[in-house]
């Protein structure tokens, strides 16, 4: 998985972000869409622009409906993740091509876990990954591995903020 320090993301493709540092500009810049708002564009349409007509969609709630699955119940987090976000995700960059979707997360980043050997990023609790939903590959498919994938960096500074990918197919 490649690193990106750049605004990009902001304005293409789809991220998964806990870091108040990357977070704080988008919270300024607008509020926050509810996820259930968003997931109801999927089923009764999308606006013809995006809310405040600005170049990233910050979504909220994500992290809350996936912890609300009861532990260590990853199976049906997955599934809803692939009935849910990864349609969200397809539609989002259908209708708007060159705006970012953010999903804000709460964090804290031990809670996002990536895993060299299959290049997923694992979200939960759990010490061990079977405990732990495959969130990328819930949300972006295959997208989620190789040339489109990136890791965030807080500018200047190695920490890691979140994820993208540049475009789900």
Not at 5 to 18: E, L, M, V
Not at 128 to 153: H, I, P, Y
């Amino acid at each position: 998985m490649h690193e990106m320090t750049s605004k990009a993301w902001q304005r293409s493709g789809s991220s998964i972000i806990w870091s108040s540092e990357l977070l704080g500009p988008l919270v300024l810049g607008g509020e926050a869409i509810p996820l259930r708002v968003a997931l109801g564009w999927v089923k009764q349409g999308f606006p013809d622009s995006p809310p405040g007509g600005r170049s990233t969609v910050l979504i909220g709630g994500l992290q809350t409906v996936l912890e609300s699955f009861p532990a260590p119940a990853t199976e049906p987090a997955f599934t809803w993740l692939r009935q849910n976000i990864k349609p969200l995700v397809r539609a989002f960059q259908s209708h708007w091509g060159n705006v970012g979707l953010v999903f804000a997360m709460d964090g804290p980043a031990k809670l996002f876990n990536f895993n060299e050997a299959d290049e997923l990023v694992y979200f939960g609790r759990g010490k061990d990954r079977s405990e732990q939903v495959k969130l990328t590959l819930g949300m972006w498919n295959g997208a989620a591995t190789g040339e489109g994938a990136f890791r965030l960096l807080v500018p200047e500074t190695s920490e890691l903020g979140g994820y993208h990918v540049k475009h789900l197919s």
